[in-house]
C-alpha cells in the first residue's frame, strides 16, 4: 500500500539523526503481529512492544495499581504474603475491562501516557546508544491509541477472523481463553478495514500468502527511506 501521508508529526523522523525512523506496527488479535515483529528483530530493526510495556507497568508503577484497586476491588490486585499489593491480576483485569467500555476508557487513560512516555525513554536510550536509525513500535491498540501519530509509518498484519479465532483458541496460556471473550476483544479493537484504510502498509497473514517475502520486501522498503 502507498504511503499517502506526509512526515509532519513533531516526533517523526529526523534526517539530521536526531531521532529514528519510528515504524508502527500492529493488527487484530492473532493476526500475527507478534510474528512479524520476531521477524523484524532477526532482521536487525529493534522492536518495542507496548502490550508489554503496560504489563510492566501493573507492576512498577504503585500509584496506577492503588487507583485499580480502589475502583475495581481488591480481587484485581496480586498481594505478596505480607499483604502488600505488588501487581495486578491480568485475567481479572481483562473480565473487567472488555466487557465494559466504559472501564476500558477509564484504564486507558491512564495507562496510555505512561507507556508512551515509556516509548520515548527507550528511543532516547536507543538514540544515546547509537544503534538504530529504525525502531518498531509494536501496539494492539495503535490507533485506538492515538500512538500512530508518533509514527512515520503504519503497517498492520491481518487475517481473517476465523483464523484469527482458531489461533487465538490454540494459544498456550495459563488462562485459557473462550471464543466469546476472544470476540469481545475483536470489537474493543479497531476493525481490520479500519486499519487497512490508515496503515500505510498491509502484511497479510492468511495462511496461505507466504509471510516471509511480505516481510522481507518491507524491510527493505523501510531501510531505504533512511538512505
Not at 466487557?99 to 516509548?119: C, T, Y
Not at 491481518?158 to 471464543?179: F, H, Y
Request: hydrophobic letters at 45%; charged letters at 25%.
Amino acid at each position: 500500500m502507498a504511503d499517502p501521508r506526509p512526515n509532519t508529526h513533531p516526533l517523526a523522523h529526523s534526517p539530521d539523526g536526531t531521532r529514528p525512523l519510528v515504524v508502527g506496527l500492529t493488527g487484530g488479535i492473532a493476526a500475527g503481529k507478534s510474528l512479524v515483529g520476531r521477524m523484524f528483530e532477526a532482521l536487525g530493526l529493534p522492536v518495542w512492544n507496548a502490550d508489554d510495556a503496560a504489563k510492566q507497568l501493573y507492576a512498577t508503577d504503585a500509584a496506577l495499581r492503588e487507583a485499580m484497586v480502589e475502583r475495581w476491588g481488591d480481587d484485581i490486585g496480586a498481594f505478596d504474603g505480607a499483604g502488600i499489593l505488588v501487581d495486578i491480576d491480568r485475567q481479572a483485569l481483562a473480565q473487567i475491562v472488555f466487557n465494559d467500555a466504559e472501564e476500558l476508557s477509564w484504564l486507558e487513560q491512564r495507562v496510555h501516557p505512561a507507556v508512551g512516555r515509556a516509548f520515548e525513554k527507550w528511543v532516547a536510550d536507543a538514540q544515546r546508544d547509537g544503534c538504530a536509525e529504525i525502531v518498531v513500535r509494536e501496539a494492539a491498540i495503535l490507533f485506538e491509541s492515538k500512538s500512530d501519530e508518533t509514527c512515520d509509518m503504519v503497517v498492520t498484519v491481518e487475517a481473517p477472523l476465523d483464523l484469527r479465532i482458531s489461533r487465538a483458541l490454540s494459544r498456550k496460556s495459563n488462562a485459557p481463553i473462550k471464543k466469546e471473550d476472544i470476540l469481545k476483544r475483536v470489537q474493543q479493537q479497531w476493525q481490520p478495514h479500519e486499519r487497512m484504510a490508515k496503515a500505510n502498509h498491509v502484511i497479510e497473514n492468511d495462511g496461505n500468502t507466504p509471510l516471509l517475502p511480505q516481510v522481507l520486501a518491507l524491510a527493505g522498503l523501510i531501510r531505504r527511506k533512511v538512505g
